[in-house]
């Protein structure tokens, strides 16, 4: 059964870190490029960085050199740093495959705010 759980989020003031991680129950994790999504109140789910197989990684503009993705295959897990907060950064973080995403976690929390 497929599962993905995110946990790391909470509550921090505005240029702090939080480092998020999510555990993937998906067969053959490895070979699948993996994402972390965020989704404000009121926007749309939208793609904040990725990590392909090969451990190459992508990132919007709005967190490029404040959030790092990275990922450990042999404990199917998924990680975001992320330092410099804003709270334009609030939102609830997902992770999920890039491609052909599968049923989505409950997500994480995470909230910027002084």
């Known amino acids: 059964q497929v599962q993905l759980v995110e946990s790391g989020g909470g509550l921090v003031q505005p240029g702090g870190s939080l480092r998020l991680s999510c555990t993937a129950s998906?067969?053959?994790?490895?070979?699948?490029?993996m994402g972390w999504y965020r989704q404000a109140p009121g926007k749309q789910r939208e793609l904040v960085a990725h990590i392909t197989s090969g451990g190459s990684t992508n990132y919007a503009d709005s967190v490029k050199g404040r959030f790092t993705i990275s990922r450990d295959n042999a404990k199917n897990t998924v990680n975001l740093q992320m330092n410099s907060l804003k709270p334009e950064d609030t939102a609830v973080y997902y992770c999920?495959?890039?491609?052909?995403?599968?049923?989505w976690g409950q997500g994480t929390q995470v909230t910027v705010s002084s």
């Open positions: 998906i067969r053959d994790f490895r070979i699948y490029s």
């Open positions: 999920n495959r890039l491609v052909r995403v599968v049923p």
